[in-house]
């Protein structure tokens, strides 16, 4: 036996990785279903031009950092959904205080494209050691090398840029060899990238989550025990809507088929509309004020997905570190970030006596507000306050279940911010805008609902 697992080691540490091109030939369809995820864009090579991505998923980065060319970049970090860096002619990661991070627009945060600094502290660069996450084939390094295409700043090599095929099931000339006989490796590896620093503590910062930490979450979650493949196809993207999480059927409903919301107007609403709320930022969030004070919301969904509804249990630690665990290793999304970032003409006090009545008594939330009725047709309704200064409610009826977008216009027509992009239940709906930023004026808000679309003035008076 003691042979045995000698050879078997030995045949694994041998085998080289052959590059995903390889793997296409014979998964062909696999390989550009999973090229529509943001995994193998994690690291990319630059040629001197912008890079593009597959149709139907990230507009990409348009342009380098403002004192740069692309010729002047090596490599990208990312730009697929969230954010993009960069790494120098040397392959040094580019740090500053302006023009480092390039933060893709976000529709559902309603936050256009713009950039930001990254890291200023390390001006005017930082050495790239992130290829454990970012490539295939990792090799860690130092400043003595080994250096990826002899470039001294980043320390380390990669048989392949971006998490390509082998960084999950592992090198593959043996399987390339006798696909019958070898088989690639299918134990899930999400946590090796998806976890920052100590596993049992989730990382925060200014009120929210900080980065990708759903391994974390799901492990002081009540899901711990559950492999992410429980509701994630891995071959697919969970952004741009393609079909990476399964879906509630076959995934909440398989264990909580006696789960009900007991709400007419939010019978379609999904599980993870209060239960994995955006707690969570990679690159943008925004402040969502409600009546009894502010919450931010980021651009990443959490994984913790219990709701604790005592008003007094507080997210986050004291010094905004980390996320609280309980006694029991246990965390909790705190009636904030479940509620207030929707119901937000409510407090606290409120949220916390109606989160436990959500599933029970059929007396919550839009029931209280709506009777309990579906409105027969689309409507929208005028801002109010109006004139207002800054902040203003924008009111609308949804008859039936519908993707709804919501944008507003200067009176040129110039588009001026997504205000929501997402699919709400039918019933009576509220949005909070704030005009922190905007000057005085006309401005036009424009519904769009399937067919339905409408549009009203509101005034700005500073």
Same mark, same amino acid.
């Given at each position: 036996?003691v042979?045995?697992? @000698?050879?078997?080691?030995?045949?694994?540490?041998?085998?080289?990785?052959?590059?995903?091109?390889?793997?296409?030939?014979?998964?062909?369809?696999?390989?550009?279903?999973?090229?529509?995820?943001?995994?193998?864009?994690?690291?990319?090579?630059? &040629?001197?031009?912008?890079?593009?991505?597959?149709? +139907?998923?990230?507009?990409?980065?348009?342009?380098?950092?403002?004192?740069?060319?692309?010729?002047?970049?090596t490599?990208?970090?990312?730009?697929?959904?969230?954010?993009?860096?960069?790494?120098?002619?040397?392959?040094?990661?580019?740090?500053?205080?302006?023009?480092r991070?390039?933060?893709?627009?976000?529709?559902?945060?309603?936050?256009?494209?713009?950039? @930001?600094?990254?890291d200023?502290?390390?001006?005017?660069?930082?050495?790239?050691?992130?290829?454990?996450?970012?490539?295939?084939?990792?090799?860690?390094?130092?400043?003595?090398?080994?250096?990826?295409?002899? #470039?001294?700043?980043?320390?380390?090599?990669?048989?392949?840029?971006?998490?390509?095929?082998?960084?999950?099931?592992?090198?593959?000339?043996?399987?390339?060899?006798?696909?019958?006989?070898? !088989?690639?490796?299918?134990?899930?590896?999400?946590?090796?990238?998806?976890?920052?620093?100590?596993?049992?503590?989730?990382?925060?910062?200014?009120?929210?989550?900080?980065?990708?930490?759903?391994? &974390?979450?799901?492990?002081?979650?009540p899901?711990?025990?559950?492999?992410?493949?429980?509701?994630?196809?891995?071959?697919?993207?969970?952004?741009?809507?393609?079909?990476?999480?399964?879906?509630?059927?076959?995934?909440?409903?398989?264990?909580?088929?006696?789960?009900?919301?007991?709400?007419?107007?939010?019978?379609n609403? &999904?599980?993870?509309?209060?239960?994995?709320?955006?707690?969570?930022?990679?690159?943008?969030?925004?402040?969502?004020?409600?009546?009894?004070?502010?919450?931010?919301?980021?651009?990443?969904?959490?994984?913790?997905?219990?709701?604790?509804?005592?008003?007094?249990?507080?997210?986050?630690?004291?010094?905004? !570190?980390?996320?609280?665990?309980?006694?029991?290793?246990?965390?909790?999304?705190? @009636?904030?970030?479940?509620?207030?970032?929707?119901?937000?003409?409510?407090?606290?006090?409120?949220?916390?006596?109606?989160?436990?009545?959500?599933?029970?008594?059929?007396?919550?939330v839009?029931?209280?507000?709506?009777?309990?009725?579906?409105?027969?047709?689309?409507?929208?309704?005028?801002?109010?306050?109006?004139?207002f200064?800054?902040?203003?409610?924008?009111?609308?009826?949804?008859?039936?279940?519908?993707v709804? @977008?919501?944008?507003?216009f200067?009176m040129?027509g110039?588009?001026?911010?997504?205000?929501?992009?997402?699919?709400?239940?039918? +019933?009576?709906?509220?949005v909070?805008?704030?005009?922190?930023?905007?000057?005085?004026?006309?401005?036009?808000?424009?519904?769009?609902?399937?067919?339905?679309?409408?549009?009203?003035?509101?005034?700005? #008076?500073?």
């Open positions: 036996m042979l045995l697992m @000698v050879l078997l080691t030995n045949n694994l540490l041998s085998q080289n990785y052959v590059g995903s091109a390889t793997c296409k030939l014979c998964h062909s369809t696999i390989y550009d279903n999973y090229m529509k995820t943001g995994h193998p864009h994690k690291l990319i090579k630059i &040629e001197g031009a912008a890079p593009t991505f597959p149709a +139907g998923t990230s507009p990409g980065v348009p342009n380098p950092p403002a004192d740069k060319s692309w010729n002047d970049i490599y990208m970090i990312g730009g697929f959904g969230w954010k993009a860096r960069f790494l120098d002619k040397d392959g040094y990661i580019l740090t500053g205080a302006e023009n991070q390039y933060n893709l627009e976000n529709s559902m945060l309603g936050t256009p494209a713009n950039w @930001v600094g990254y200023a502290a390390k001006a005017p660069r930082k050495p790239y050691t992130c290829g454990s996450c970012h490539t295939t084939g990792w090799v860690a390094g130092d400043s003595t090398g080994p250096h990826q295409d002899n #470039l001294p700043g980043i320390y380390g090599t990669w048989a392949e840029p971006g998490v390509r095929c082998e960084a999950c099931h592992g090198p593959a000339s043996a399987h390339v060899a006798n696909p019958s006989g070898v !088989k690639p490796s299918k134990v899930e590896k999400c946590g090796d990238c998806h976890a920052r620093g100590d596993v049992m503590k989730i990382d925060a910062k200014n009120g929210l989550i900080d980065h990708h930490e759903q391994y &974390e979450d799901l492990l002081a979650s899901h711990k025990s559950l492999p992410c493949g429980t509701c994630h196809e891995p071959h697919l993207s969970t952004k741009y809507n393609y079909g990476g999480y399964k879906g509630k059927d076959q995934t909440c409903k398989v264990c909580h088929s006696t789960v009900a919301i007991k709400i007419a107007a939010k019978a609403w &999904e599980c993870s509309t209060c239960h994995m709320p955006y707690a969570a930022k990679s690159a943008m969030s925004i402040t969502i004020n409600h009546a009894g004070g502010s919450v931010p919301k980021g651009d990443l969904r959490t994984h913790i997905f219990d709701i604790k509804s005592d008003a007094d249990w507080k997210m986050f630690t004291d010094d905004g !570190k980390y996320v609280r665990i309980d006694d029991e290793g246990k965390a909790h999304i705190s @009636v904030e970030y479940a509620c207030l970032t929707c119901h937000t003409s409510k407090d606290v006090a409120w949220a916390s006596s109606q989160a436990d009545r959500i599933h029970g008594t059929g007396t919550a839009e029931l209280i507000d709506n009777n309990g009725s579906v409105p027969d047709h689309f409507a929208l309704y005028q801002n109010h306050p109006n004139p200064n800054p902040t203003t409610t924008i009111s609308f009826d949804l008859n039936e279940s519908r709804v @977008v919501l944008k507003l200067n040129r110039q588009e001026l911010m997504t205000l929501m992009n997402e699919r709400l239940a039918a +019933g009576h709906h509220q909070t805008f704030s005009a922190d930023d905007l000057p005085s004026g006309m401005y036009i808000y424009r519904l769009m609902a399937g067919d339905f679309v409408a549009s009203k003035k509101m005034l700005l #008076l500073r």
